[in-house]
């Protein structure tokens, strides 16, 4: 499979529908969400800074994340497709992933963008704060993760698209009906 960059706003189910292609195309997957997570929760120093960051609902320097992301990619097994999820979150950090991608003879592949509205956006991050306990899905960091998300992050379908790589999906009510799209699209590349 092709490299896959799956991109949204928090809650828009980055991390469930990459599970899903995982579990498809059997390919790799890397969260840098979840990098961040496992070093906080083994109390490494990259977790306590990060932690700074995650609970005020900010972004980590693109400097310090390009590192984990190179790494990261680095440690997986070569020629089966990565799915990067949570990753790029600026244009600085797409650069670096293309640059990064170009220089290991590999390219970015296709940019999934899932469209979903913000009022289901937060009911679905306050329903996450109940059921895994993220400290970060609570409404006050949330409001400043989606800030965030439009300041920095958003612009970045606009390169994607300039790239021409970006494949837009919204949400339309229905998880099996969106994963549909996806797998139709997916199936033919
Ligand atoms: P996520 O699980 O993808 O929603 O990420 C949770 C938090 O980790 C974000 O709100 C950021 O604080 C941090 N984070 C994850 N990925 C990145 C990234 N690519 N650049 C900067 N910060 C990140």
Not at 30 to 39: H, K, M, N, P, Y
Not at 44 to 60: F, M, P, V
Not at 86 to 99: C, S, V
């Amino acid at each position: 499979m092709t490299n896959i960059i799956i991109f949204g706003a928090p809650g828009s189910g980055k991390g469930t529908y990459s599970d899903e292609i995982v579990k498809r195309y059997g390919m790799g997957h890397i969260s840098t969400g979840d990098v961040l997570r496992a070093e906080i929760k083994a109390g490494t120093e990259l977790g306590k800074t990060a932690k700074q960051y995650i609970d005020n609902g900010q972004l980590l320097p693109d400097s310090l994340m390009i590192d984990i992301l190179a790494s990261t990619y680095d440690a997986l097994p070569k020629g089966q497709g990565v799915i990067f999820d949570g990753f790029p979150r600026t244009i600085a950090q797409a650069e670096a992933l293309k640059a990064m991608l170009a220089e290991r003879g590999d390219d970015m592949g296709v940019m999934i963008e899932l469209i979903v509205d913000e009022e289901t956006l937060l009911a679905r991050l306050l329903n996450r704060a109940v059921e895994q306990g993220r400290a970060d899905d609570n409404e006050e960091t949330i409001k400043k993760r989606f800030a965030v998300y439009h300041a920095q992050t958003e612009p970045l379908a606009e390169w994607f698209e300039g790239e021409g790589i970006r494949h837009t999906f919204t949400w339309k009510g229905e998880k099996e009906l969106m994963l549909g799209e996806i797998f139709d699209f997916l199936d033919k590349l």
